[in-house]
């Protein structure tokens, strides 16, 4: 029990890769609670506390920080994506966006931090697509390359007592990677020929993150701050020619 | 005229991009070198067009020390030295022959030491005259992600990057800036190589649509010329760069700027 007498809040931890990351948190015996938007919902693990709390929204992060107390862990998971180019996003899709994905973790950041104990650790959840883009997904990368930039931030300004550090995962088989999928004329080709592009010849799962999450809010990862830990299958690892694929 | 009055070695001068760069440095009025193993190099013909060919073997100490005597009797200083020999061996690590490492290591990274080294006395005499000296390495775009089946060049293009690094901190201070152009694909001997090599598809494409195919997963929908190259060595050369050092420039199209492409 790796995290056994530590507090968590996860947010975002209702599916996905957030929900992945509270099952290994309550698994490596961490008492963890979870926010999103709306009242609590059906289904939440067995243990895991809920606030309902917009993370975009500074007022209710603030109300979240105070009926949280003290953590000793900090997941920044919850976000949104658009996929749109720069050209065809309006300004409800950048408040959405930027909304969420940055001044969420600005404002989670911001309350948390000054309760936080010593040896306290922040990981929040960027992209690969922070540094090589993914197309029609302007907004998003953007908004991941402000998380790796801000994760930076605060290991450098908070660093003998908090640690901070962000996960870049690559594809992960969540309904929104088998939704991309739909929309191929040829769902099987395009499944197989993603496959073929990973070294690992499988795609993520939330579990692959929640274990790199798990290490990181460790008392193992003492040393571990400042950086992006990319876990993608070796997807990044390769040129997007890939001619053996042609 | 952006490089008059400088004196420029650029080994594989004779071969696809080697040549682009020695002709671009002539046209900028520099007095080039075109160090090369043959007249002929890569390339099928010889064209005369103005440079002084070296007979260079780029792993042999003693062709470098000799290349080096030779520009300093003729010139007596060198502002320009482009390190753009190359082999490429199309191979995983495993089908690798420990000869075909070492060689592949001896030319792309080896020869870079070895060339640079000796030049380094000519090339102070070069900044001492008031304006930066340059030498641009060849690194690729291979040395930050990889190419299937490429595996010795990766490492050496790797090698070649913290090289750069590495001589842009010691001879920063003497006047003399390092820096790395890393290229995609570039339409070259060795690309044409590659094609008709283990690269050629497993689809029973030809090349020319192989060709088609690789130009379509650019954002710029083609691959780059030498040209394309030497525009930027030129910059990295001339005086206008005299704050550039220790930097990798990519230039690839945007190739490596995006993220593997789901095929819908």
């Known amino acids: 029990m790796r995290l056994a007498g530590k507090r968590a809040l996860v947010t975002g931890g209702r599916q996905g890769i957030g929900r992945g990351i509270v099952e290994a948190f309550l698994a490596e015996g961490a008492e963890v609670m979870t926010c999103g938007r709306g009242p609590q919902p059906d289904g939440l693990p067995e243990g895991c506390g809920w606030q309902s709390a917009d993370v975009s929204n500074p007022a209710q992060v603030t109300a979240l920080a105070q009926a949280a107390g003290a953590i000793d862990i900090l997941v920044n998971n919850a976000g949104v994506q658009v996929e749109k180019t720069v050209a065809d996003s309006s300004d409800a899709d950048w408040d959405l966006v930027i909304g969420a994905n940055c001044r969420g973790v600005f404002n989670t950041c911001r309350a948390f931090i000054p309760q936080m104990p010593k040896g306290a650790s922040i990981i929040n959840i960027g992209s690969i697509s922070a540094r090589v883009a993914d197309p029609s997904m302007a907004l998003y990368n953007a908004s991941k390359a402000f998380v790796h930039g801000l994760t930076r931030s605060i290991a450098v300004d908070h660093g003998p007592d908090i640690r901070c550090n962000a996960i870049c995962p690559g594809w992960i088989e969540t309904g929104m990677l088998e939704a991309g999928f739909d929309l191929s004329e040829n769902p099987e080709a395009a499944r197989k020929d993603a496959l073929a592009r990973h070294a690992t010849r499988r795609f993520g799962k939330p579990a692959d993150i929640a274990a790199m999450a798990v290490w990181l809010a460790s008392d193992e990862a003492g040393f571990a701050t400042g950086q992006m830990f990319t876990v993608d299958g070796g997807m990044t690892a390769a040129s997007p020619i890939n001619t053996g694929l042609f | ?264």
């Not at chain 2, 394309?228 to 945007?254: C, F, K, M, P, T």
Request: charged share 20%; with cysteine; proline share 3%.
């Open chain 2, 1 to 264: 005229m952006m490089l008059e009055g400088k004196t420029a070695l650029v080994t594989g001068g004779r071969g696809g991009i080697g040549r682009a760069i020695v002709a671009r440095f002539l046209r900028e009025g520099a007095r080039v070198y075109a160090a090369d193993l043959t007249l002929q190099g890569s390339l099928a013909a010889h064209d005369d067009d103005g440079s002084h060919f070296i007979k260079l073997d780029v792993t042999r100490e003693a062709d470098a020390i000799a290349a080096m005597a030779q520009v300093g009797e003729e010139a007596g200083k060198l502002d320009i030295l482009v390190n753009a020999a190359g082999i490429e061996i199309e191979k995983t690590i495993e089908e690798t022959s420990l000869e075909e490492w070492n060689l592949s290591f001896a030319v792309n990274a080896t020869g870079t030491f070895l060339t640079s080294k000796y030049a380094l006395p000519l090339m102070r005499k070069a900044a001492a005259g008031g304006t930066s000296a340059s030498i641009i390495n060849f690194g690729s775009y291979d040395g930050f992600i990889a190419d299937p089946g490429l595996a010795a060049y990766c490492a050496t293009k790797g090698a070649v990057h913290a090289l750069t690094r590495a001589m842009a901190c010691d001879h920063g201070p003497e006047g003399i800036r390092v820096n790395a152009i890393c290229p995609g694909y570039v339409d070259t001997p060795m690309l044409q190589s590659f094609f008709t090599g283990d690269g050629s598809g497993g689809g029973g494409k030809t090349i020319d649509q192989l060709q088609q195919a690789v130009r379509d997963v650019h954002p710029m929908r083609t691959y780059g010329t030498p040209e394309d190259i030497a525009n930027l060595v030129n910059w990295l050369a001339s005086d206008e760069a005299r704050y550039a050092s220790g930097q990798l420039w990519v230039l690839d199209g945007g190739l490596s700027a995006q993220v593997q492409q789901m095929k819908l």
